[in-house]
């Protein structure tokens, strides 16, 4: 006789029944919601909340994982005043669900976090319940992750926590610090513990179409605000999605332009065709700074990868012939607003320093040096709860930011203040330990398709280290999650080619 089913068979093989009774009912009350009270949002949350927690019981982790990551790309930080805060775009409702305090959203005052934290809490609830059971190891081409990028990721979390405790200990503020040490938490030691659950290679071309699409979606949406919202106002927004998008069109632009060069394919060849231009009128229209440099360092660390011969002659020959050109182009767009030579100013900017906001980070980051002089701050920093020390004043933004002063715009200078050598040297390994297994990865891996998502998670690296250094990128959750699933992209990749052992 057949025994009966285990426990993990009962998990991996959950019964269907009433499940779209279930489903049915919930929809239905909140079209009555929708109708009785016209609040979408409030109708919507309840679909929203019951939709994922069924995904994460039932779907394989690795497409939870993957779900995860789309979502949160796709959707923008309402805290980040996407289309300059003068319009709610198709996603915005879902934005105020997941980023926004619940307390805002459902008036419950209770509930003073945001619908991504309750997300990630029973995520990681649910992932580490799977594994308990083996379903994720079981899973057909599973990789597993090399144990130093576990080891860091436990290592960071602990480092968050004691350097929490020391600033409380001395005379930290505790509210404050909650907004300090929230996305480092997760960043990190969560998202890429949840993002193990990724298979390895089988599970790449999935990612990429999620990051892609993505940002694509993003680019059609600043294109409806900037062309139908604003134009017919005579209004030239200074950006139409956020200032974290940038690091989402730069990795995009890398990975559909490394695939091409890599596989050369039709396929790849057409792909590129039609993504490389809205993607490149995207950054265009975004208007950032950061993306410009993005893109230029991911191309430098694209070519450093290729391998010598004609190729890498040819380009460099092209990119000595193109100085001139570049350098007439800024000499003469250097004055502009707008237009094709929009891109120049910002280039002109980025090194002349003469820009206002070049000028207040400059300020910033002077007091966040000399916040660090003090001994013993060098060695184990002030914690979290503190305030950098405010020595030299630029513009006043605490009207509409009063936490600057704890949280600065340059989150490698600042973590420095809260980490000190000890605390930023383990906060920052998981970034020293995703190049390496990267270009381990790179350099062993035989097939296009593996060279392309190791020097997409270096894009990812760069990209976020750029944002990091220029406009909190400590506190951005697109980042964040592209992080966590690059570290883990990266170590099963090297492990996958035989760059290191399983």
């Known amino acids: 006789m057949q025994g009966a089913p285990s426990a993990a068979e009962v998990v991996a093989r959950p019964s269907n029944r009433g499940a779209f009774l279930v489903i049915f009912a919930i929809v239905a009350a909140s079209a009555v919601v929708w109708v009785g009270t016209g609040d979408l949002l409030l109708a919507i949350a309840p679909v929203f909340l019951v939709s994922c927690v069924y995904a994460m019981l039932r779907?394989?982790?690795?497409?939870?994982?993957?779900?995860?990551?789309?979502?949160?790309?796709?959707t923008d930080d309402v805290k980040a005043n996407p289309a300059e805060g003068r319009w709610e775009g198709p996603l915005f409702p879902l934005g105020r669900i997941l980023f926004e305090n619940l307390n805002n959203v459902t008036g419950v005052e209770a509930l003073r976090f945001g619908g991504i934290d309750v997300v990630l809490f029973v995520l990681l609830g649910v992932v580490l319940a799977r594994r308990g059971l083996g379903e994720t190891t079981r899973a057909?081409?599973?990789?597993?992750?090399?144990?130093?990028?576990?080891?860091?990721?436990?290592?960071?979390?602990?480092?968050?926590?004691?350097l929490w405790a020391w600033g409380l200990l001395h005379g930290g503020d505790f509210k404050s610090s909650l907004w300090q040490t929230r996305t480092l938490l997760w960043c990190g030691p969560i998202c890429f513990l949840f993002f193990k659950t990724l298979r390895g290679p089988r599970d790449h071309g999935a990612?990429?179409?999620?990051?892609?699409?993505?940002?694509?979606?993003?680019?059609?949406?600043?294109?409806?605000?900037?062309?139908?919202?604003?134009?017919?106002?005579?209004?030239?927004?200074?950006?139409?999605?956020?200032?974290?998008?940038t690091v989402l069109y730069a990795v995009a632009v890398m990975l559909v332009g490394a695939n091409?060069?890599?596989?050369?394919?039709?396929r790849s060849i057409v792909v590129a065709a039609c993504c490389l231009p809205p993607l490149a009128m995207a950054i265009f229209i975004n208007?950032?700074?950061?993306?410009?440099?993005?893109?230029a360092a991911c191309l430098v660390v694209l070519y450093l990868l290729l391998p010598r011969g004609r190729l890498k002659k040819r380009i460099l020959a092209v990119a000595g012939a193109g100085v001139p050109l570049l350098a007439a182009y800024v000499a003469i767009g250097r004055s502009a607003t707008y237009g094709i030579f929009g891109p120049a100013a910002k280039i002109w900017s980025l090194m002349s320093g003469e820009d206002r906001s070049m000028g207040t980070r400059d300020i910033e980051n002077y007091n966040l040096i000399n916040t660090l002089k003090p001994f013993p701050t060098p060695i184990i920093g002030q914690g979290f709860g503190h305030e950098y020390n405010e020595i030299s004043k630029a513009d006043s933004i605490k009207e509409f930011f009063s936490l600057y002063k704890y949280i600065a715009?340059?989150?490698?200078?600042?973590?420095?203040?809260?980490?000190?050598?000890?605390?930023?040297?383990?906060?920052?390994?998981?970034?020293?330990?995703?190049?390496?297994?990267?270009?381990?990865?790179?350099?062993?891996?035989?097939?296009?398709?593996?060279?392309?998502?190791?020097?997409?998670?270096?894009?990812?690296?760069?990209?976020?280290?750029?944002?990091?250094?220029?406009?909190?990128?400590?506190?951005?959750?697109?980042?964040?999650?592209?992080?966590?699933?690059?570290?883990?992209?990266?170590?099963?990749?090297?492990?996958?080619?035989g760059a290191w052992e399983r």
């Open 260 to 266: 091409a060069l890599y596989n050369r394919g039709a």
């Open 287 to 295: 208007n950032r700074r950061l993306a410009f440099v993005s893109v």
């Open 59 to 74: 779907a394989p982790l690795e497409w939870t994982g993957i779900g995860l990551l789309f979502l949160t790309l796709v």
């Open 409 to 497: 715009h340059n989150s490698v200078l600042w973590q420095w203040t809260l980490g000190g050598l000890v605390g930023f040297t383990v906060m920052w390994m998981l970034f020293a330990l995703g190049v390496f297994f990267a270009a381990r990865a790179f350099n062993a891996a035989t097939r296009p398709t593996d060279r392309v998502a190791a020097i997409t998670c270096l894009a990812v690296i760069v990209a976020h280290e750029i944002q990091e250094w220029g406009d909190m990128g400590s506190q951005n959750w697109l980042g964040v999650f592209l992080f966590g699933a690059a570290m883990a992209v990266a170590g099963k990749l090297a492990v996958s080619v």
């Open 140 to 162: 057909e081409g599973y990789v597993p992750t090399p144990a130093p990028l576990r080891t860091w990721a436990l290592l960071m979390l602990a480092c968050v926590v004691v």
């Open 207 to 245: 990612l990429a179409v999620a990051i892609v699409v993505a940002a694509l979606v993003k680019f059609a949406i600043g294109l409806y605000f900037y062309e139908i919202v604003c134009r017919p106002l005579n209004h030239r927004p200074t950006y139409v999605n956020t200032h974290n998008d």
